[in-house]
């Protein structure tokens, strides 16, 4: 919380639900959830659900960040699992961490939303080979383009639902 301070954010509190979320937003127009490091990362689940599956875009479509004290490839593979935009590992300077709060902000960002995820798009569409994951051998998923304004909030550009043959 200090370092969010620290970073000016106009408004740092502890989660205490969608609700004082929602409440939030309307004061600040992108609330960013960030995470401190947990000794089980799967425990953050049911929040990043509660977000991730928000009716609210505004809410929905907000940056989760966690910051990896001890990063593990087990911890970076659930936080990308649950939908979350960025894992911070330490050392956590306020300009590094700056750095990456700031890839969230004035860039289109690309998400999917599949039958087991709703996230930003983690392909590496270079490097990396092609995994089960990747082949989408049918079925419905959805498209989505964000942009993230700190002045205006978060816009939808585009919401293309697309059906793969099986």
Not at 35 to 44: H, I, M
Not at 66 to 93: H, K, L, Q, R
Request: glycine share 6%; hydrophobic share 45%; with cysteine.
């Amino acid at each position: 919380m200090d370092l969010a301070r620290r970073l000016d954010f106009e408004n740092v509190s502890p989660f205490s639900g969608i609700a004082q979320a929602e409440t939030q937003s309307a004061v600040t127009p992108i609330c960013f959830f960030l995470f401190a490091a947990v000794p089980d990362v799967s425990a953050l689940g049911p929040i990043s659900d509660a977000i991730r599956f928000c009716p609210k875009s505004h809410i929905r479509f907000s940056p989760l960040i966690y910051f990896a004290a001890n990063p593990s490839v087990e911890a970076i593979t659930a936080c990308i699992a649950m939908g979350f935009d960025d894992v911070i590992t330490m050392p956590f300077t306020t300009a590094r961490v700056r750095e990456r709060i700031e890839r969230q902000l004035g860039r289109n960002l690309t998400f999917f939303e599949t039958a087991g995820y709703f996230g930003p798009d983690r392909r590496d569409r270079v490097t990396a080979p092609k995994g089960a994951a990747e082949t989408r051998l049918g079925g419905q998923f959805r498209r989505l383009e964000i942009l993230r304004n700190p002045l205006s909030g978060i816009t939808v550009i585009s919401d293309d639902l697309h059906m793969l043959p099986s």
